[in-house]
Structures are given as C-alpha cells and as structure tokens.
C-alpha cells in the first residue's frame, strides 16, 4: 500500500516555479516520451509508435487535470487533451501501417504526397480549425480558442501524414509548433511549450532527414535466380 501510495505521489507531484506557476513532473515525463518518439520517427522505428503512445496517456491527463483534479490550478486545454487521444488512435494504425510496409533494412520509405493529398490536407486544417473552434469555446477550453483548435487538427494530420510515410508531416508539425507554443506559454503549460520550441527545430531537421532519405531511396528489385535444371541453351538437364 505504502508503495501505491508513492506512486500515486509521484504522479502528482509538482514543481513550483517563479511567479507561482505550476509544473507537474508528469507533464516533464510524457514530453520525455514524446521526444523519444520524434527521435524515432525521425528514424524511421517502428518503436517510435508504442514509445508516443505512452507520453500521450500521460499528457491526456495532464490537460485534463482541472476535471481530474479540483485543485488543479492550470486551465483545461480540450484541443491538447483531445489530441492526445486522437494521437492514441493514429498511432495504432500508424503502428499497424509501418510494420506492414518495413523494407528490409526495417525502416519506411518516405515519399511525397500527391498534390490532391496535398490540397486536402490545407483544407482539411483550414475547414477543421474553423469548424472545431465554437465547438471547443462552448466546452470551456482556454482562449485563443482557434489556436487550440489549430494545433489539434494539425497534429492529427501530421500524424496521419507520417503513418503513411509523407515527408510533408514535417511541415505541418511547424504549423503547429508556430501556433501551439504561444498558447502554451500562455496557459502556464511551460514543460510542454518549451519541448515544443525544439520541436519546432528539430522538426527541420527531421524534414531534411526524411528529403534526403527519399532522395537516396532505391527502388526494390526483385532478383529472381536462374533455374540450374536448365542449360545455357535452354535445354532441361532432366
């Protein structure tokens, strides 16, 4: 019981930082898991999946933590929290698409996306931004509300876009990070708003990493060896 009660414990502690903000050891701990997994991704393992889906659960509950939690002194984020889940459900099938598509050295081969992806998924931000917005805002989540907005459905196609290998997640995941890490900043979520100013450079560099990993990329040849029943003339030995 006594070690329950600690892990309990942990899972709640805090640090108090100056002004008198707030910062849960939890938050710390599942953007950990969420920079293993960029790292992952960004080398393309399959481990980076089950390792994300980890530092999601944690997250989940730290966004949540006034419903949680009544003591709990942060705002609810619903767009970060909502996120966490939809990164969940994606990395499942993220999880389940890059085992089925391994090449033999075990790693994904990235590629581009169409231009009608391409196109589908600016609307797709565009329209689900707008459209989540009110939605968000009635269910109480921290003002600028489009911005949490944003971030979620932005995350929830770069996600989607790496599942299925194309090198333009990158990008989406700095439209993201321009928009994600003020309003993080703001809400006092200071653990995941300073992971997310790295992401925003690492995400660069996972770009160039993944551009020049498809650039190198051989295409798979099939060699089929002769058959030693049958001669050079094509006569069976037989």
């Known amino acids: 019981m006594d070690v329950l009660r600690w892990l309990v414990d942990l899972f709640n502690s805090q640090w108090m930082l ?6 849960l050891i939890r938050e710390v701990v599942g953007n950990v898991f969420g920079l293993a997994s960029a790292l992952g ?4 393992k399959i481990w980076a999946w089950p390792v994300g889906i980890v530092g999601n659960l944690l997250l989940l509950t730290v966004f949540l933590g006034a419903i949680l939690n009544p003591d709990h002194s942060l705002p609810n984020l619903l ?50 931004t707008i459209a989540l917005t009110p939605l968000f805002r009635v269910l109480g989540s921290y003002e600028p509300v489009w911005a949490d907005a944003w971030t979620f459905v932005g995350s929830l196609l770069a996600t989607y876009g790496m599942a299925k290998g194309w ?11 321009v928009v994600g890490v003020p309003l993080l900043f703001s809400a006092g979520y200071y653990a995941t708003g300073f992971m997310y100013v790295f992401y925003g450079v690492f995400t660069a560099v996972g770009f160039f990493v993944w551009w020049r990993a498809q650039a190198n990329a051989k295409p798979h040849i099939d060699t ?15």
């Open 41 to 44: 991704g960004m080398r393309r």
């Open 79 to 128: 767009g970060q929290a909502g996120r966490q889940v939809m990164f969940i459900a994606v990395a499942i099938y993220g999880w389940i698409r890059w085992r089925q598509a391994t090449s033999d050295t075990g790693q994904v081969t990235p590629r581009w996306a169409s231009n009608g992806a391409r196109i589908g998924l600016i609307l797709v931000l565009v329209i689900g």
């Open 224 to 238: 089929i060896m002769p058959d030693p029943r049958i001669g050079s003339t094509g006569e069976n030995r037989e």
């Open 167 to 177: 090198t333009e997640f990158w990008l989406i995941w700095i439209a993201v990070d």
């Open 18 to 23: 100056p002004g008198g903000q707030t910062l």
